[in-house]
């Protein structure tokens, strides 16, 4: 396994949108190990392929405390929206930001496991709130889109600071 580079915010590359997966191989496994691991050593709650610079509909998800409820969902869809939750939240691509964004409360999501076989999930709370978030990266789309033009200004050039000093 490997440790992936995760994309950093307002790099634009993590504004492409995602392509469906055809086929589910050894590749596609390798991916979400290597970001598995890369979630883990972050750490974090979540993962887009997209924010490893790969452009296909993959993401991860532990909500756990023990790192011991990996869920993979390829080609994800959203079937069902239910509620409105307002949650407090953060991205690997945006370290050190948080902010609140409202959500539906609870989901239901059809995927594609890492063995290729389709499961439907009804998802509430948390593992809800990642699940939009996830794929919102996949339609090359990030938290911070949904503050203020204020907020927005604010956060990028704090990044864009810390990016230079990091350089
Ligand atoms: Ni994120």
């Given at each position: 396994?490997?440790?992936?580079?995760?994309?950093?915010?307002?790099?634009?590359?993590?504004?492409?949108?995602?392509?469906?997966?055809?086929?589910?191989?050894?590749?596609?496994r390798?991916?979400?190990?290597?970001?598995?691991?890369?979630?883990?050593?972050?750490?974090?709650?979540?993962?887009?392929?997209?924010?490893?610079?790969?452009?296909?509909?993959?993401?991860?998800?532990?909500?756990?405390?023990?790192?011991?409820?990996?869920?993979?969902?390829?080609?994800?869809?959203?079937?069902?929206?239910?509620?409105?939750?307002?949650?407090?939240?953060?991205?690997?691509?945006?370290p050190?930001?948080?902010?609140?964004?409202?959500?539906?409360?609870?989901?239901?999501?059809t995927?594609?496991?890492?063995?290729?076989?389709?499961?439907?999930?009804?998802?509430?709370?948390?593992?809800?709130?990642?699940?939009?978030?996830?794929?919102?990266?996949?339609q090359?789309?990030?938290?911070?889109?949904?503050?203020?033009?204020?907020?927005?200004?604010?956060?990028?050039?704090?990044l864009?600071?810390?990016?230079?000093?990091?350089?």
């Amino acid at each position: 396994m490997a440790i992936l580079e995760i994309l950093q915010y307002p790099d634009t590359r993590l504004n492409t949108p995602a392509l469906r997966v055809e086929k589910i191989d050894a590749g596609t496994r390798k991916l979400v190990d290597d970001m598995a691991e890369t979630m883990y050593s972050a750490p974090g709650v979540g993962l887009a392929a997209t924010q490893v610079d790969v452009h296909r509909q993959i993401i991860i998800i532990d909500v756990s405390e023990d790192h011991s409820d990996l869920r993979v969902f390829i080609n994800p869809e959203i079937t069902r929206r239910e509620g409105v939750a307002m949650n407090q939240e953060g991205c690997l691509s945006v370290p050190g930001i948080y902010d609140n964004v409202e959500r539906a409360e609870s989901v239901t999501v059809t995927a594609l496991d890492r063995n290729g076989s389709r499961f439907t999930l009804n998802a509430s709370g948390l593992l809800a709130t990642c699940i939009q978030h996830e794929m919102d990266h996949l339609q090359g789309k990030i938290f911070v889109d949904y503050l203020s033009e204020v907020k927005q200004n604010r956060v990028r050039t704090k990044l864009k600071k810390r990016q230079r000093k990091a350089a």
